[in-house]
Every structure is written in structure tokens, then in C-alpha cells.
């Protein structure tokens, strides 16, 4: 059977990066990127590696993080410089491929298996080169994890950080991921983990061997479809960068790790949140007319309000409306330890017509680049190299060294 080779690409700590790299006077200090700097009371929103070291954890209020690293530096975030390094983060990534699938700012698959007869590269060489390319032009690092499944080579961009590759083949992927605690999987959130932990099944190797029927009387059938992913029994494409389909919501949330009460505390929460979901908004040039806002008290209550609007899809509009929600049903009177926004009603706007870099029509690709270039502005795209037609086929042989 021909498996993929998948990479996932995660930047190291990426608000905190991006703020060591545009303002040198931060190189080499422990730095966090905060909800609000002016006010202890903010919480921490993202910390470089040197401020980790000192045990500072994203989702703490900064008094708390400064107790742990007294020199620590707080910074506002600056969420356009954001998205214009992670959109020419992606413009990277399509040098080597189309198929490349965004996952919030900082994260992406690539199916490179079109890609490795064609540049004459293993996955892990295509990832290496990655690394040293990003570390070139942006002055950060990158982890990536190599595997034939986008589950196994985001598990294997997590274990070794930050600047580091991965590779999960096939023939290894239970004895390098099965070990692992069961929260290292996406999808596995604090609640199924706890749950999971009071039956004694604590590791994904763990979670592997309980019957399908179980897994599904507690999770449902996405329980059932990632104990299959797990078992490596099927594996999801990745969609073309092109093409992205629209979800039925976009919605992120967190889990604070200290209780918060204040207006302003809030508000840092769902700009944070509403960022990652515009993102992904942006990504796949979405727009929604549903918001809705779930907060959940010190006390596990839990408050869950939405509401129809005009269509939005920028980080301020969906900040403005989710913050307009709130102040109709709360009083900033009670300790909210978690928040969760979601846009919803989704609606996919015209998109460019798809450029394959690997498309054997080459007219069509000059074509498509024109497009490119008429929308975005002729700077916007180079072309990595002619464009070649190949057949994605390989022997057993080549197979094995395809990671």
C-alpha cells in the first residue's frame, strides 16, 4: 500500500517569536505577550522559551508570571503583524506543494507526496530545508513532524521542540507515539482526559485497545474515526490551499489558569480567541452571520448565548460583536475561568481560481499566476521553479525511504 508523507510545521512559540524578531531590544530577555501589559491583571497570552524556562504558562494572570521571572517583559500583541508573517509563512510552504492546510496562524499540513520524486527529496529532507529556510528569513524556528498521516505528523512536530524533525514511519508509529499521554492528541481535551484517567486509560496506546462500540457510546463517531486514525487504519487528506472548504463554525476557546473577572480580562481572552478563529476565517476566505460566546464560571456554570448579525469575518468585527454579546447577559460580577467564541452560518466568498504548482499544463499555471497577480499584486508571488509533470507512483523500495 502507498502511504503519504505528510509534514506538519509548528512555529515555536510564534506571538513571542515574531516580537523578538521585529523589536531586537527583546533578544535574549524572557518575554511574554500579554492580554494587556498596562495591568497585572492581564493574563499571558503566549511566552518565548526563555520565559517558559522560568515556568511561565500561558493562561496565568502576569502577576503570577512575574513572581516566577521577576524580569520578565510584557508586550501587547500585534495581531497584523501576525497574520502577515504567517500568510508569508504559507507562501513558503507552497513552494513545495498546494496541498497545504492551515491550522490557526502558526500551524500547517503539507502533503508532500506529489512533491518528493519531483524535487528528489525525502520528507525529512523537504522538512530540514523548511526549518533553515524559515529560520533565514523570519529569525525563528520551526518543529516539524514527518509521518503518513496528519494525526501522526503533528504528534511528531509536538515531541521534540522547538526546532527539531520528527519522523513517525509507519512501520514505527506505535512504538514511538502509543507511550504517549492520551492529551497529546488533539481533540482530547482536559474533561475526555479526566474522564478517561478515572477508567485507568491514560496513554494513546491505552485508548487504542478499548473496544470501537466503547470509545463510541463516549465520544460519538468522531471518537470512532480517531481510534481508527490512531490504529493508522485510514488517514484524512489535506485540502488544497486553494480550495478550502468551508466548516460548518470556526470556534477556538481556552481555559484560563487563573479565574478572571474584569471587563478588560475578558476581552483580552476573546480577542486572543477571536484572532485564531478569523485566522482560519481568512484562510479559507470565510465569512459568518452567527457568533455565539460560551463562559464558564469558577463554580462550572456554564453560560452559552449566540446571535444572528450581518456577515463578518475581520478579528475586530467578530471582538466587537462577541464583546457586544456578552454585555447583554453578564455583569462582570463572577469569576469566568473559561471562554469559547465560534463563528458560524459560514459562507465561502469568491476564491482565485486554484494554482498547482505541479499542474502539467504549464499555461494554466501562467495563467494562474496572472490571476495571483492581478488580485494580490505582482509581488506577492514567485515562482519557485519551472513547473514539471511527473507520476506520483513509487516501488516498494522507494516507498520506505519516502520519509
Not at 482530547?188 to 466503547?214: D, P, Y
Not at 479565574?259 to 484572532?275: A, M, Y
Not at 469559547?340 to 494554466?364: A, D, G, H, I
Amino acid at each position: 500500500m502507498k502511504r503519504k508523507t505528510i509534514l506538519h510545521s509548528d512555529v515555536n512559540n510564534f506571538f513571542a517569536s515574531v516580537e523578538c524578531v521585529t523589536n531586537p531590544k527583546l533578544f535574549g530577555k524572557p518575554v511574554a505577550v500579554t492580554g494587556n501589559p498596562k495591568k497585572r491583571t492581564g493574563i499571558i497570552l503566549a511566552k518565548n522559551e526563555i520565559a517558559k524556562q522560568f515556568g511561565v504558562k500561558t493562561g496565568e494572570a502576569i502577576w503570577q508570571a512575574q513572581q516566577k521571572c521577576p524580569d520578565l517583559v510584557t508586550v501587547g500583541p500585534h495581531y497584523d503583524v501576525y497574520e502577515k508573517i504567517s500568510k508569508q509563512l504559507h507562501e513558503l510552504y507552497l513552494e513545495y506543494t498546494d496541498l497545504v492546510e492551515p491550522l490557526g496562524l502558526d500551524e500547517c499540513w503539507l502533503d508532500v507526496t506529489p512533491s518528493l520524486k519531483y524535487l528528489g527529496k525525502s520528507g525529512k529532507q523537504i522538512a530540514d530545508e523548511i526549518r533553515e529556510k524559515v529560520k533565514e528569513k523570519f529569525g525563528f524556528t520551526v518543529s516539524v513532524g514527518v509521518s503518513f498521516s496528519k494525526l501522526f505528523a503533528k504528534l511528531g512536530s509536538d515531541m521534540k521542540k522547538p526546532d527539531a524533525t520528527t519522523v513517525i514511519p509507519y512501520e514505527k508509529f506505535k512504538e514511538m507515539t502509543y507511550d504517549l499521554p492520551l492529551n497529546s492528541i488533539v481533540g482530547i481535551g482536559s474533561r475526555l482526559t479526566a474522564r478517561f484517567s478515572k477508567m485507568n486509560i491514560n496513554t494513546i496506546g491505552e485508548f487504542v485497545s478499548l473496544k470501537e462500540s466503547f470509545v463510541k457510546e463516549i465520544m460519538g463517531k468522531t471518537g470512532v474515526e480517531l481510534h481508527q486514525k490512531l490504529k493508522g487504519e485510514f488517514a484524512e487528506e489535506v485540502a488544497c490551499y486553494y480550495h478550502l472548504v468551508p466548516p460548518k463554525s470556526i470556534g477556538n476557546g481556552t481555559t484560563t489558569i487563573s479565574d478572571i473577572i474584569s471587563r478588560d480580562d475578558i476581552k483580552s481572552v476573546v480577542s486572543f480567541l477571536s484572532e485564531k478563529v478569523s485566522i482560519r476565517m481568512a484562510n479559507g476566505n470565510f465569512e459568518g452571520s452567527t457568533i455565539s460566546v460560551t463562559l464558564k464560571t469558577a463554580d462550572f456554570e456554564r453560560f452559552h448565548h449566540s446571535k444572528t448579525i450581518s456577515p463578518i469575518r475581520s478579528r475586530e468585527e467578530i471582538v466587537e460583536q462577541i464583546m457586544n454579546l456578552i454585555d447583554s447577559f453578564w455583569k462582570y460580577d463572577r469569576y469566568v475561568r473559561a471562554v469559547r467564541v465560534r463563528v458560524s452560518n459560514l459562507k465561502s466568498l469568491e476564491r482565485v481560481e486554484q494554482l498547482s504548482f505541479f499542474n502539467e499544463e504549464t499555461n494554466n499555471l501562467t495563467k494562474s499566476i496572472q490571476i495571483v497577480k492581478d488580485k494580490y499584486g505582482a509581488d506577492k508571488i514567485h515562482v519557485a521553479s519551472d513547473t514539471v509533470s511527473f507520476i506520483n507512483r513509487k516501488s516498494k523500495s522507494e516507498e520506505s525511504s519516502q520519509y
